[in-house]
């Protein structure tokens, strides 16, 4: 009887080891989770925050660490905005001919005709450009919209198995964005507040006005009929300057300062006691890998068992 059942143990071996295969493969799908020793569960800690970081570090730099380019949708967004200006530039045109047509008859005062008052046409420039202020904020709401979505995508991912630390990643990084698009705001609130002075360099007027098409004769601009070109060569350097400007303001704060910050909060969790609380999994996750990891060790035990007889 005995030796009858010897006979089946290398068939019976065969099948445990099998089965031990599929739970180890099961094992090797979760995350190994955090060590039960203190000192080594720190460095589990620092190592999985160091991962975090660094993601969040390349996604500012411009690698592609999710699906979705993230420089491609900004750059799309950004394309927006330039087209927004350029939308803005024909109607300003249009407006500052109706300005030129109708001064006489409702702008000029004790002057003779042919002479016209500066104040005027910078009140036309003042306004059409105050006009831009709401389509720049309606472009960092967006792309603060789109960093965010990736931020919070590379929390989940990270952190998919500790509750806790993606709880506090998705705060920060709102907390974060919150902070940096009110810095933005206000820039740019600046920013048009500046554009109502109406002013740029003499020199680089000069030549923006000639590549325009017109006649720069020295200082003798200051005529009426030269008004719609003289504005039209302004306005172009108003889209020069918010065409790059909004945009880089946009990404200076909203990713790359974000993504600074971000990652110094997250380090900030590192000076504190509590791992095993900032490390706590989640209960199913936690509950699944020990039932797998007994199931493997019955198969070991019964496989070392049946080996030694």
């Known amino acids: 009887m005995f030796a009858l059942g010897q006979k089946y143990l290398p068939q019976m071996s065969e099948k445990i080891k099998e089965h031990l295969g599929e739970v180890k493969h099961l094992l090797s799908k979760l995350e190994g989770g955090p060590p039960l020793e203190p000192a080594e569960k720190r460095k589990y800690l620092i190592q999985v925050i160091t991962d975090f970081n660094e993601q969040i570090t390349q996604l500012s730099k411009g690698d592609i660490i999710v699906v979705e380019n993230l420089f491609e949708l900004m750059r799309r967004e950004f394309t927006v905005w330039m087209e927004c200006l350029k939308n803005a530039k024909s109607n300003y045109h249009k407006v500052v001919h109706q300005v030129v047509d109708e001064y006489d008859q409702k702008h000029r005062g004790s002057e003779l005709p042919g002479f016209s008052n500066y104040r005027v046409f910078q009140h036309v420039v003042q306004k059409l450009v105050a006009e831009l202020k709401r389509p720049a904020m309606m472009t960092l709401q967006t792309i603060r919209d789109m960093v965010q979505k990736q931020f919070d995508h590379l929390s989940k991912e990270n952190f998919k198995n500790?509750?806790?630390?993606?709880?506090?990643?998705?705060?920060?990084?709102?907390?974060?964005?919150?902070?940096?698009?009110?810095?933005?705001?206000?820039?740019?609130?600046?920013?048009?507040?500046?554009?109502?002075?109406?002013?740029?360099?003499?020199?680089?007027?000069?030549?923006?006005?000639?590549?325009e098409g017109e006649i720069a004769e020295g200082k003798d601009h200051?005529?009426?009929?030269?008004y719609p070109g003289l504005l039209k060569s302004y306005y172009e350097i108003v889209v020069q300057r918010l065409a790059d400007q909004v945009p880089m303001m946009i990404c200076y704060f909203i990713l790359k300062e974000s993504a600074k910050i971000v990652c110094s909060e997250m380090l900030d969790l590192l000076h504190r006691d509590d791992a095993d609380n900032i490390l706590q999994?989640?209960?199913?996750?936690?509950?699944?890998?020990?039932?797998?990891?007994?199931?493997a060790d019955r198969l070991l035990l019964a496989n070392d068992k049946i080996s030694s007889l």
């Open 222 to 226: 200051d005529t009426r009929s030269k």
């Open 281 to 295: 999994e989640d209960s199913e996750i936690g509950e699944y890998r020990a039932k797998l990891q007994a199931q």
């Open 162 to 211: 500790y509750p806790y630390l993606q709880q506090v990643s998705k705060k920060n990084i709102e907390t974060v964005q919150e902070q940096q698009s009110n810095i933005v705001k206000a820039r740019i609130v600046e920013q048009f507040e500046m554009e109502m002075q109406v002013y740029t360099q003499d020199e680089i007027f000069n030549k923006i006005f000639q590549e």
